[in-house]
């Protein structure tokens, strides 16, 4: 059984529809995916009926985003949660408001020293989806100013530039504890990819995990291997689960489906442990 149980989908920074990632599964051999945009489960629904049409079995999730007290950026994913869970939710919602305005206050800098507007964003922007820095990129990309997305992120969209603004964001271990509540289970998320920036140390592991955290996303093409040999140590300390995963972003990112994958003992673990919500088979 091919398991990938992180994906993204136009609803945050992919590039294909809910229904067009679950096609792009069944193209790439997978039996489970997990749609898990940011900050967002509005791509459930659109998932689930293609998964049901395509005979792909769907893991409903979502990857919160998370800041910690030194201004480090952690992703926490949540798989099975209650969607309508009124805590996770409010906090979602005050980090998707922050997120919009960063990055209308992003576009207002990069105004100064190249030709982008934030109706050039917009256009890359789906109908409810979750804004970030990819949508910026992607507008960049449509200027002819960058050749790419990667380009853009490392030259321009960098926390070093000058048209840098932060937002908020839930403390990891908060995030943590409000999927817990609503019944997920919350998985770190790439937890050691240093070539992305700053790295969380043992202290703030060992919040997350004193909150509840439930598994670590170890086999990831951005997790060094001395890394993911370190992590499987945590894992096996704590009684961790341990996922791996693609990370797809359809042409985002150069991620391909089912280049990581996770066990299906692991998938069963993770229902079993979940009460917010079930697969879609």
């Known amino acids: 059984m091919r398991i990938d149980l992180h ?6 920074d ?24 940011h900050d967002s489960t509005a791509g459930w629904a659109a998932a689930a009926v293609a998964a049901r049409a395509h005979g792909v079995a769907l893991v409903p999730g979502m990857e919160v985003s998370c800041r910690t007290d030194t ?20 906090e979602i919602l005050r ?24 109706s050039d964003v917009q256009e890359h922007i789906a109908d409810g989806a979750t804004v970030g820095r990819p949508h910026i990129a992607d507008s960049l990309v449509a200027l002819g100013i960058v050749s790419n997305r990667s380009e853009a992120f490392t030259h321009i969209l960098t926390a070093t530039s000058p048209y840098w603004v932060g937002h ?4 990891p271990a908060q995030a943590v504890e409000l999927i817990r509540a609503a019944g997920g289970v919350a998985v770190f998320a790439h937890p050691v990819a240093s070539a992305r920036g700053r790295i969380v140390g043992d202290d703030v592991m060992g919040q997350m995990i004193d909150a509840g955290l439930q598994g670590l996303e170890i086999e990831h093409r951005d997790n060094p ?27 985002g990112k150069p991620n391909r489906l089912g280049e990581n994958l996770t066990v299906p ?14 697969v879609v088979r």
């Open 7 to 12: 994906t993204h989908s136009t609803v945050s």
């Open 14 to 37: 992919g590039t294909e529809s809910p229904a067009d990632l679950i096609k792009a599964a069944l193209d790439a051999d997978l039996d489970v995916i997990a749609l898990t945009d």
């Open 71 to 90: 201004g480090i950026s952690v992703h926490v994913l949540s798989y099975l949660h209650d969607p309508l869970h009124p805590g996770l939710m409010a």
């Open 95 to 118: 980090s998707r408001d922050a997120r919009l305005t960063r990055a209308e206050r992003m576009v207002e800098r990069l105004g100064a020293d190249y030709p982008i507007t934030w």
């Open 168 to 171: 908020y964001a839930p403390h």
């Open 225 to 251: 291997e001395p890394g993911r040999r370190d992590l499987r140590r945590i894992a096996a300390r704590h009684g961790l689960l341990a996922t791996g995963s693609s990370d797809y972003h359809g042409e």
């Open 265 to 278: 003992d692991v998938l069963a673990q993770i229902e079993a442990l979940a009460t917010g919500s079930v």
